[in-house]
């Protein structure tokens, strides 16, 4: 991810209002290159699609030791949810593919919380944010787990404003509702919600479920690996789920390499196909003229969604009040225009009386 970060700041083609994030911790591997001549407007991002654990879960959890205040954090529940047979975890993840840079960003931010909780309270706040779901599938599991690493992720932002004295509340309202955290700004207390954003399902998602299902079922049918070329990542309607179902039965048995083109309404995607184990990754052009992939307008009414949530949480009164909204998407990039569209609708919510601080994968947006 470092080497994407390198090159897009120093592209002097690159989008001159758009925001890249040095991780996508909660998306697969993602890499990129220039697509072409040095006059070339665009970069091409590609994403990585399966993930298997190659090693097993208990001898990758070892690694742990390394990650001392991981393992202090998320050593119960990891343990626990090793023993289930969809074992798979984000943090083994991490720790199955060595990505020092999301493992050591973990760290820091359970050893933050660690230090400004204690560590009975934090690991409480694991167990019942996290623990509770350690027999769901990966994807609740994993979603819950970028929920509570969010809030970690809010405390050491905080922080860095001038809050202290962090702690956890509880029924603070007659209707059962509650905020996350009470914690002080020089002398007058704060209350403070968080809230996590996940990206949507995209149409590359569909893609990997569908030719994923494909291999597994008849192997030698679709030994396939898919790459991917689409502009967009709207969530996908049912009609577009279909064409991609009747594409993958269209290639079954065909000898690669090969390319397709397919229409899915909003826009084209070419696939090309290559030899492979029914997996799949996307490429194409970011930047330049290239059409922006994130749905905005879809995400918008989430970030209104989540700020009128909080507001019934947060307790009215003499206090700051804070929220903290944490956008994961489902590329590495997000527009300026619409961090400060996201901010003004927070503020429209609470008309006004709100602190908001919007967060891309973690790390404080600065406009």
Avoid at 20 to 27: E, I, N, Q, V, Y
Avoid at 100 to 117: G, P, Q
Wanted: aromatic residues 8%; neutral net charge; hydrophobic residues 40%.
């Amino acid at each position: 991810m470092k080497d994407l970060n390198l090159l897009l700041n120093n592209d002097s083609h690159q989008r001159e209002s758009v925001l890249w994030t040095p991780t996508l911790a909660d998306k697969p591997h993602v890499s990129a290159n220039l697509s072409g001549a040095a006059n070339c407007p665009a970069l091409k991002l590609q994403l990585g699609s399966v993930f298997r654990v190659t090693q097993a879960a208990e001898h990758v959890l070892q690694s742990l030791t390394h990650y001392e205040a991981i393992r202090e954090l998320f050593g119960d529940v990891l343990t626990k949810r090793r023993k289930q047979n969809d074992s798979d975890s984000f943090i083994v993840r991490l720790l199955d593919r060595n990505q020092m840079h999301d493992l050591v960003a973990l760290n820091r931010d359970c050893a933050v919380y660690i230090r400004e909780l204690g560590l009975a309270k934090a690991k409480q706040r694991c167990r019942n944010e996290v623990g509770g779901v350690f027999k769901r599938q990966a994807r609740e599991f994993n979603m819950r787990r970028g929920d509570f690493w969010a809030e970690m992720a809010a405390i050491r932002v905080l922080l860095t404003k001038g809050f202290q004295k962090f702690e956890l509340v509880g029924q603070n309202q007659q209707n059962g509702a509650t905020n996350d955290y009470r914690a002080w700004l020089g002398d007058t207390p704060a209350y403070i919600e968080i809230k996590n954003l996940h990206p949507n399902e995209t149409v590359f998602d569909v893609f990997i479920r569908e030719i994923g299902r494909a291999y597994d079922n008849e192997p030698s049918n679709y030994s396939f690996h898919l790459t991917i070329d689409y502009a967009y990542d709207y969530p996908p309607t049912g009609e577009q789920e279909c064409l991609i179902k009747d594409f993958i039965l269209t290639i079954k048995g065909r000898t690669p390499p090969f390319r397709e083109r397919l229409s899915l309404i909003r826009g084209i995607a070419t696939v090309d196909v290559s030899a492979g184990a029914g997996d799949a990754h996307l490429c194409r052009g970011v930047g330049g003229d290239c059409p922006e992939p994130v749905d905005e307008d879809w995400l918008l009414r989430k970030v209104r969604s989540k700020a009128e949530e909080a507001r019934r949480q947060i307790p009215g009164g003499n206090h700051v009040k804070v929220l903290v909204l944490n956008v994961d998407t489902t590329s590495a990039m997000l527009n300026f225009q619409f961090v400060e569209e996201a901010t003004r609708q927070i503020r429209e919510v609470f008309a006004g009386e709100i602190r908001p601080y919007v967060l891309h994968f973690r790390s404080l947006v600065e406009i």
